[in-house]
């Protein structure tokens, strides 16, 4: 049976009355006992040669408890297949309960590192830029809209230790006969957040919308001028402008490491109170991996 957010097995209780029998299929896969009307709720149970379900008890008194149910898990890490993790690399991660059952990561350092996992539906790309002045790294993440094309709607990252978000999507614009969506920010910045992943350029003339500090800027491409970051708000995008020297962007997947520091990873798996599982929710494991400071 189940009391508030404890499982016992094999409980024994004698019975004062009976409140009701509800029938038809049954509702629940444990019993419930309430403690405060002493009512305990079965949701099948035999008497004699009959069966009867939904049936709602007076509990007279408890025999005994049984066995309790609800043994915390465990979790342990795997260990990393590096004691480091190079800026803009990644390294398998993985966890395990004693109940077999997934386990979810949280990232408690994100402009250091992220858990990122592709899929069919989701791609993860690690980016690297350098300019007059300034560099940045960042973890784009996107869906597919063409071959080896993809519209990024997330990133994580930081400029000179500023976190990196992303410019909302929600303004439709136009801009020089780009072929996907164009959004105008509230600066009036043009971006359509399109990543051609095996281009060279990776970005077209609209580019990727982000901001920092609450400055918005965008990386795209000019013919002739390379990639660009601009503070200015222009929305025909013309210089002023700082041009990128150096540009670098790889699929990534796995613990990514974004900037120099500690990585901390909490693990969890919440229980499961499943018949033949009865495990409760495992103690959160932290795991830190140093992420190496790349000199130039």
């Known amino acids: 049976m189940q009391v508030g957010n404890s499982f016992f097995r094999n409980a024994i209780v004698t019975v004062n009355s009976i409140v009701s029998i509800a029938g038809g299929m049954p509702t629940a896969a444990w019993d419930t006992y309430n403690g405060s009307d002493g009512q305990l709720r079965i949701p099948a149970v035999q008497v004699g040669a009959r069966v009867f379900t939904n049936v709602t008890v007076q509990v007279k008194g408890v025999v005994s408890v049984g066995t309790v149910q ?15 993790i190079s800026i803009g690399s990644s390294t398998s991660i993985s966890a395990t309960t004693n109940g077999g059952l997934p386990t979810t ?17 989701l791609q993860n790309f ?4 350098a300019g ?3 560099g940045g790294n960042l973890l784009l993440s996107g869906v597919p809209v063409d071959t080896n094309i993809f519209e990024i709607d997330s ?6 230790g500023h976190p990196i978000g992303m410019l909302p999507t929600s303004n439709a614009g136009t801009f020089n006969g780009i072929p996907y969506p164009v959004f105008t920010s509230a600066g009036g910045l043009a971006y359509d957040n399109i990543f051609y992943a ?20 965008n990386l795209y491409f000019v013919s002739g001028l390379s990639y660009l970051y601009t503070n200015d708000v222009i929305g025909n995008q013309k210089p002023p402008y700082i041009p990128i020297t ?30 033949g599982t009865g495990f409760a929710s495992a103690t959160p494991a932290l795991l830190s991996i140093p992420v190496e400071i790349l000199l130039p």
């Open 198 to 217: 095996t281009g060279a350029p990776n970005m077209d003339q609209a580019g990727l919308g982000m901001q920092v500090s609450g400055s918005e800027f």
């Open 155 to 160: 990133v994580s990252g930081s400029l000179g």
């Open 70 to 84: 609800g043994t915390a898990q465990t979790i342990t890490y795997t260990a990393p297949t590096a004691p480091f």
């Open 246 to 275: 150096s540009f670098f962007a790889a699929e990534v997947d796995g613990l990514v490491g974004l900037a120099g520091g500690t990585c901390k990873v909490i693990a969890f798996q919440n229980g499961n109170y499943n018949l």
């Open 126 to 129: 690690f980016v690297a830029y």
């Open 132 to 134: 007059a002045g300034l």
């Open 105 to 121: 990561f949280v990232v408690t350092t994100p402009q250091t590192c992220a858990v990122v996992a592709n899929s069919a539906q």
